[in-house]
């Protein structure tokens, strides 16, 4: 036997062996890393599926809770119709039976009226015997003599007895006229129940999604900054959660910006280019907006067959507010509750309507015709074919001139009770005063003023000069001068009417 051959064999097979167990060494590290690796990725996906799921709950917690809210705003909003239903019924009810209460006492009355007059007709044939058997014993008068005085005695009588019973009915068409209008104009008010059309100067968006908030911000807020340089309107992005606020005074301004921001976020892209394109839109839609604000409010007045011209000078109105009222909501208004009076008094239901809807329209007009607004737009009616009767209740409903139907009448109420309905309106004290301060001083500052007073809510000024200082034929002069102050130097809507007052007074007193 080779010994030495068999060693060198046996070291071979060890060395093989070793380099086998290495191997393993080596595969078992690499398997050992490799499960280590997995189990960080299995650990990453845990946690990042664990952080969505977290995500995912508070988006449902957040949809829940203004699901709960909507719920409640519905269930209040429910809860007040019902509470209005029931105060409405009762009313209802309540004037039923004031109703039946009056036609009783008006019943009472005319059962008393009659027995009375049948009392009187017996003490009058009475004293008709009375007197004629008086005036033949006493008096020597034959009988056509008696009867004459009697025949005179009687009508005296008569006359007195009908001045009275007129008085008495003129008393009572007073108690009753006033309850009446006030149900008249309660039920009008009620039938057109519609919300207050108070205008404020931001305009709230809704966004689809809360990544749109990012989108507008724009990469270091380059989108917003540049929306707000084209449009001139301020856009605040945290003042609620899911909704974009717009702010400004200007309303056209600001409907230009809504437009605008609306086509961005339906288009989805939104860069300072895209931005300006959108822009451009807005203002090339903008007579399309106007007429379709015009067909609008028409059919929701229940107005048809107006000239174009009168359609498309109503749709500018959709931007036009007075004291923070819009002016075209307030015309649909107002041809609802024209209409409601008309047919409670029996008067011409479209005449009233159409009237009440056209009432404000000159008000789209001031700025570019001269006169007042109730004076341009009966001229604007007037051009496009409306009736004499329409074209009198446009005129007529500031008392500009004399009321020719009882249509122009309840034009004007219509106008009254739109305007004085609780938040119709709204200008601030401090403001008014201010205002009313500051013309009355430009007045007051010519020479030989005495007193300035603002009337009329600013739309007309009356100026009491000194008589010592100012004669009769420098009025004119002056009244002119002050309106041309009053021109130059304060901005102000419609007109304002100045008169100037000159009154010299002469005293003396006898010891």
Same mark, same amino acid.
């Given at each position: 036997?080779?010994?030495?051959?068999?060693?060198? $064999?046996?070291?071979?097979?060890?060395?093989?062996?070793?380099?086998?167990?290495?191997?393993?060494?080596?595969?078992?590290?690499?398997?050992?890393? &490799?499960?280590?690796?997995?189990?960080?990725?299995?650990?990453?996906?845990?946690?990042?599926?664990?952080?969505?799921?977290?995500?995912?709950?508070?988006?449902?917690?957040?949809?829940? %809770?203004?699901?709960?809210?909507?719920?409640?705003?519905?269930?209040?909003?429910?809860?007040?119709?019902?509470?209005?239903?029931?105060?409405?019924?009762?009313?209802?009810?309540?004037? /039923?039976?004031?109703?039946?209460?009056?036609?009783?006492?008006?019943?009472?009355?005319?059962?008393?009226?009659?027995?009375? %007059?049948?009392?009187?007709?017996?003490? #009058?044939?009475?004293?008709?015997? %009375?007197? /004629?058997?008086?005036?033949?014993?006493?008096?020597?008068?034959?009988?056509?003599?008696?009867?004459?005085?009697?025949?005179?005695?009687?009508?005296? &009588?008569?006359?007195?007895?009908?001045?009275?019973?007129?008085?008495?009915?003129?008393?009572?068409?007073?108690?009753?006229?006033?309850?009446?209008?006030?149900? #008249?104009?309660? $039920?009008?008010?009620?039938? @057109?129940?519609?919300?207050?059309?108070?205008?404020?100067?931001?305009?709230?968006?809704? *966004?689809?999604?809360?990544?749109?908030?990012?989108?507008?911000? !724009?990469? %270091?807020?380059?989108? #917003? /900054?540049?929306?707000?340089?084209?449009?001139?309107?301020?856009?605040?992005?945290?003042?609620?959660?899911?909704?974009?606020?717009?702010?400004?005074?200007?309303?056209?301004?600001?409907?230009?910006?809504?437009?605008?921001?609306?086509?961005?976020?339906?288009?989805?892209?939104?860069?300072? &280019?895209?931005?300006?394109?959108?822009?451009?839109?807005?203002?090339?839609?903008?007579?399309?907006?106007?007429?379709?604000?015009?067909?609008?409010?028409?059919?929701?007045?229940?107005?048809?067959?107006?000239?174009?011209?009168?359609?498309?000078?109503?749709?500018?109105?959709?931007?036009?507010?007075?004291?923070?009222?819009?002016?075209?909501?307030?015309?649909?208004?107002?041809?609802?509750?024209?209409?409601? *009076?008309?047919?409670?008094?029996?008067?011409?239901?479209?005449?009233?309507?159409?009237? @009440?809807?056209?009432?404000?329209?000159?008000?789209?007009? $001031?700025?570019?015709?001269?006169?007042?607004?109730?004076?341009?737009?009966?001229?604007?009616?007037?051009?496009?074919?409306?009736?004499?009767?329409?074209?009198?209740?446009?005129?007529?409903?500031?008392?500009?001139?004399?009321?020719? $139907?009882?249509? @122009?009448?309840?034009?004007?109420?219509?106008?009254?009770?739109?305007?004085? /309905?609780?938040?119709?309106?709204?200008?601030? *004290?401090?403001?008014?005063?201010?205002?009313?301060?500051?013309?009355?001083? *430009?007045?007051?500052?010519?020479? !030989?003023?005495?007193?300035?007073?603002?009337?009329?809510? !600013?739309?007309?000024?009356?100026?009491?000069?000194?008589?010592?200082?100012?004669?009769?034929?420098?009025?004119?002069?002056?009244?002119?001068?002050?309106?041309?102050?009053?021109?130059?130097?304060?901005?102000?809507?419609?007109?304002?009417?100045?008169?100037?007052?000159?009154?010299?007074?002469?005293?003396?007193?006898?010891?």
């Amino acid at each position: 036997m080779d010994l030495p051959q068999d060693i060198g $064999t046996v070291i071979g097979l060890l060395g093989v062996c070793l380099v086998a167990l290495l191997l393993v060494v080596v595969a078992r590290r690499e398997a050992a890393a &490799q499960r280590e690796q997995a189990a960080k990725d299995v650990a990453s996906i845990k946690d990042e599926a664990r952080d969505k799921f977290a995500r995912a709950e508070r988006r449902e917690a957040r949809a829940l %809770e203004r699901e709960q809210a909507a719920a409640a705003e519905l269930a209040a909003a429910a809860e007040r119709e019902r509470a209005a239903r029931e105060r409405w019924e009762s009313a209802v009810e309540a004037d /039923r039976v004031a109703q039946q209460r009056r036609e009783e006492a008006d019943r009472v009355a005319d059962a008393r009226l009659a027995r009375a %007059e049948q009392d009187a007709l017996a003490l #009058i044939a009475q004293a008709e015997q %009375e007197v /004629r058997a008086e005036l033949e014993q006493v008096g020597g008068l034959g009988a056509e003599e008696a009867r004459s005085e009697l025949a005179r005695r009687m009508t005296e &009588q008569a006359s007195n007895d009908a001045a009275a019973q007129v008085r008495r009915t003129e008393a009572q068409a007073r108690r009753t006229a006033e309850a009446k209008a006030r149900r #008249i104009v309660a $039920t009008a008010v009620q039938r @057109a129940a519609v919300p207050t059309s108070a205008q404020l100067a931001i305009t709230v968006l809704p *966004l689809p999604s809360e990544e749109m908030k990012g989108r507008i911000i !724009g990469k %270091e807020g380059r989108n #917003i /900054r540049s929306f707000e340089a084209l449009t001139g309107v301020n856009v605040l992005v945290d003042d609620q959660p899911d909704a974009v606020v717009l702010s400004c005074f200007d309303a056209e301004r600001r409907e230009l910006a809504q437009v605008t921001l609306e086509a961005l976020m339906a288009d989805g892209r939104i860069h300072p &280019q895209r931005i300006e394109a959108a822009y451009a839109e807005a203002i090339a839609g903008a007579d399309e907006r106007t007429l379709a604000a015009g067909h609008d409010a028409a059919e929701r007045a229940g107005v048809s067959g107006l000239h174009p011209d009168l359609v498309r000078t109503l749709g500018r109105l959709r931007l036009r507010t007075s004291y923070g009222q819009n002016v075209l909501e307030h015309l649909v208004e107002c041809a609802l509750l024209a209409a409601g *009076l008309a047919a409670e008094v029996g008067a011409d239901v479209e005449v009233a309507r159409r009237g @009440a809807f056209l009432h404000d329209i000159g008000k789209a007009l $001031t700025a570019e015709e001269p006169g007042t607004h109730a004076h341009v737009g009966a001229a604007l009616a007037r051009r496009c074919g409306e009736s004499a009767t329409v074209v009198n209740a446009i005129e007529a409903h500031h008392d500009e001139v004399p009321m020719a $139907t009882v249509e @122009a009448v309840l034009v004007q109420a219509a106008d009254a009770v739109s305007a004085a /309905r609780p938040g119709a309106r709204r200008e601030e *004290l401090d403001q008014y005063v201010e205002r009313m301060d500051k013309l009355e001083a *430009l007045v007051t500052a010519h020479a !030989g003023v005495r007193r300035a007073l603002a009337m009329a809510a !600013g739309r007309e000024v009356r100026v009491v000069v000194e008589p010592s200082e100012v004669d009769d034929h420098a009025m004119p002069q002056l009244a002119v001068a002050i309106a041309r102050h009053i021109e130059s130097d304060l901005t102000y809507p419609g007109e304002i009417k100045v008169t100037v007052v000159r009154e010299l007074r002469a005293s003396a007193t006898a010891g």
